[in-house]
């Protein structure tokens, strides 16, 4: 059975010249299919490892209870300073606790890509910033001066909206804030935002509450001392997240409609492509109805019938998969995009075309080449020797 597989299925791929234009509208259809739905899915990775670098597990946020992202929560001064008192926050050399109560703000931007408008989030932080966030380092610029209009800008947000150069002016509701730096926090969902004195934000909009609290503990392991502490306290009404899962938490939502959307437009393309392949691979049997009914009449089974025809399909499948997947990392790996990231505002962030997402493409292609082989090589495998002789 197998030496019968063998030569049919080798027959098969010698007679492929002579169909190269109908095998290329399968190889075409599924390159078209992979690349679109892996290009969408990188969109859901990337927004994912954004989300996951940001953050560590020896810092926690502090919100209102109840509420779902910072920018629904609320904490008055009387909270912010309770929370100081907390458990397992670690100290500076002064003994001052290291946290940051802040503030957020919506500003509305322009794309440099298109000019269109976008929201981004201007955060109002604490003093104690760069002793709470070690991995934010200004790499253009200075830091921003207390009480006054200064802003810095992370370096994503920098790269794709307009006005946000060192020296330029963002204004908003009547205060106008002047870029003094450019910052980068190792790729984090942080770059994708600009951040100010939370006191001179509050004080320009005349709001007298914080949104939350940024603490750095002692060590991870000091977290529920840190969360019981404050849950156990009446004065206090607050929920308490470790800040990777905040922000795991915040790119949940987002990265699955992304990846609904992904599999409808790839679902709706790859019934197209299985299409196109019963179409090739139909006229691919038809036209060898007399070789088929010769190799029958010579005593090869149904089954190597089958299995040539199914080989083939998934051949061409899965050179169509490997180009589209190609096609995919070639053009959309490593490019920058934005999305409205909810509560986080406008996101930046890279597109990840990895080897995962890759290989679920070459697999949506092989599944493609099968269920458009399968019928023709039913048929190819049932066709009455006689039948086919005098289809001849």
Not at 35 to 40: Q, Y
Not at 152 to 160: E, L, M, R, T, Y
Not at 319 to 346: P, Y
């Amino acid at each position: 059975m197998f030496r019968q597989i063998g030569a049919v299925t080798g027959m098969n791929f010698r007679s492929l010249p002579q169909r190269v234009s109908t095998s290329l509208v399968v190889v075409i259809g599924i390159a078209g299919v992979v690349a679109v739905l892996v290009s969408v899915l990188a969109m859901s990775t990337g927004l994912i490892q954004t989300m996951e670098n940001t953050g560590r597990e020896d810092r926690a946020i502090v919100m209102r209870n109840g509420s779902i992202a910072e920018t629904s929560s609320a904490l008055d001064r009387d909270s912010a300073r309770l929370i100081v008192d907390g458990a397992g926050i670690k100290r500076d050399a002064q003994g001052e606790p290291i946290l940051s109560a802040e503030t957020m703000r919506i500003l509305s931007l322009r794309k440099k890509e298109d000019d269109s408008e976008v929201n981004a989030i201007l955060r109002g932080v604490g003093p104690k910033l760069q002793q709470l966030r070690p991995e934010l380092k200004i790499v253009e610029g200075r830091m921003f001066q207390p009480a006054v209009t200064e802003i810095i800008v992370g370096k994503s947000a920098h790269a794709q909206f307009k006005g946000l150069n060192i020296g330029d002016v963002v204004t908003s509701r009547g205060a106008n804030w002047t870029v003094v730096g450019i910052f980068e926090t190792g790729g984090d969902a942080h770059e994708s935002s600009l951040m100010t004195d939370a006191e001179t934000l509050i004080s320009i909009d005349k709001r007298g509450a914080f949104q939350s609290v940024t603490a750095l503990l002692e060590s991870p392991a000091a977290f529920q001392a840190f969360k019981d502490s404050l849950s156990s306290n009446p004065g206090l009404s607050v929920d308490v997240v470790r800040e990777r899962e905040y922000y795991q938490q915040q790119s949940k939502t987002l990265s699955t409609i992304i990846s609904v959307i992904a599999y409808v437009v790839g679902g709706i393309m790859a019934v197209g492509a299985v299409f196109a392949a019963l179409n090739t691979m139909y006229s691919a049997v038809s036209a060898r109805l007399q070789e088929i009914a010769t190799l029958r009449a010579l005593g090869f089974g149904s089954t190597a019938m089958v299995m040539s025809v199914l080989a083939e399909a998934l051949v061409l499948a899965l050179i169509g998969g490997a180009i589209g997947a190609l096609i995919a990392w070639l053009f959309f790996n490593g490019n920058t995009v934005s999305t409205s990231g909810g509560g986080m505002g406008q996101m930046v962030f890279e597109l990840s075309v990895s080897p995962q997402l890759m290989i679920l493409g070459i697999v949506w292609a092989c599944i493609i080449g099968v269920l458009g082989g399968l019928f023709p090589a039913v048929r190819a495998a049932r066709l009455p020797v006689a039948m086919a002789l005098r289809a001849v």
